[in-house]
């Protein structure tokens, strides 16, 4: 059993940055593989990133690949989004997601999420 709460989203100009936090709970929080997905108003939601339990193993979407790093501390139970360069196409609510031991891009796999974070992104 995982929960999780997301934070740090805002208003920003195009080109500016956000950090992205994820605060999880639960005992075997380091043993989950986390992912950052995205839902803007009228379209699906989309993958962002992810990151294995180790960290050793991390996947980006390509339309945010270069712009974002992903990174966890298990110590602390918390991943993090780093989000440069962002443009007006970013705005959305982001959420992270947790599932067991191994990656997936599809939000259809993960099993506990946190009820998102907006960002806003202004020109």
């Known amino acids: 059993q995982v929960q999780l709460v997301e934070s740090g989203g805002g208003l920003v100009q195009a080109g500016g940055s956000l950090r992205l936090s994820c605060a999880g709970s639960g005992r075997a929080f380091g043993s989950y593989f986390m992912g950052w997905f995205r839902q803007a108003p009228g379209k699906e939601r989309e993958f962002v990133a992810a990151i294995s339990w180790n960290g050793a193993n991390i996947y980006y979407a390509e339309s945010v690949k270069g712009r974002v790093t992903i990174s966890r501390d298990n110590a602390k139970n918390t991943v993090y989004l780093q989000m440069n360069s962002l443009k007006r196409e970013d705005t959305a609510v982001y959420s992270c997601?947790?599932?067991?031991?191994?990656?997936?891009?599809?939000?259809?796999?993960?099993?506990?999420w946190g009820q998102g974070t907006q960002v806003t992104v202004s020109s």
């Open positions: 997601a947790a599932r067991q031991w191994t990656y997936s891009g599809s939000y259809a796999n993960y099993e506990y």
